[in-house]
């Protein structure tokens, strides 16, 4: 009998067939670029399409925590 789950878990399975190519692409072949990120909403400054080859874009982000002054 065909169900929802076995519909499901094949959908799953295709997909990850699909992205195995992609995930297992050597990603240590590609130019790295050092960005800085610029303020709100926090990204760096880039165009909406690009025509430039693929790249690693390495940036740090430092996440802080700001107490809410509530205590528990």
Request: glycine share 2%; net charge positive; charged share 20%.
């Given at each position: 009998?065909?169900?929802r789950r076995n519909m499901?878990?094949?959908?799953?399975?295709?997909?990850?067939?699909?992205?195995?190519?992609?995930?297992?692409?050597?990603?240590?072949?590609?130019?790295?670029?050092?960005?800085?990120?610029?303020?709100?909403?926090?990204?760096?400054?880039?165009?909406?399409?690009?025509?430039?080859?693929?790249?690693?874009?390495?940036?740090k982000m430092t996440v802080?925590?700001k107490g809410t002054g509530?205590?528990?």
């Amino acid at each position: 009998m065909f169900t929802r789950r076995n519909m499901l878990v094949c959908a799953a399975v295709s997909a990850l067939l699909m992205t195995a190519p992609a995930l297992a692409e050597d990603l240590s072949s590609l130019p790295r670029v050092k960005v800085d990120l610029v303020a709100p909403p926090f990204i760096h400054a880039h165009e909406q399409a690009t025509k430039a080859p693929p790249s690693v874009i390495q940036f740090k982000m430092t996440v802080e925590e700001k107490g809410t002054g509530h205590r528990q």
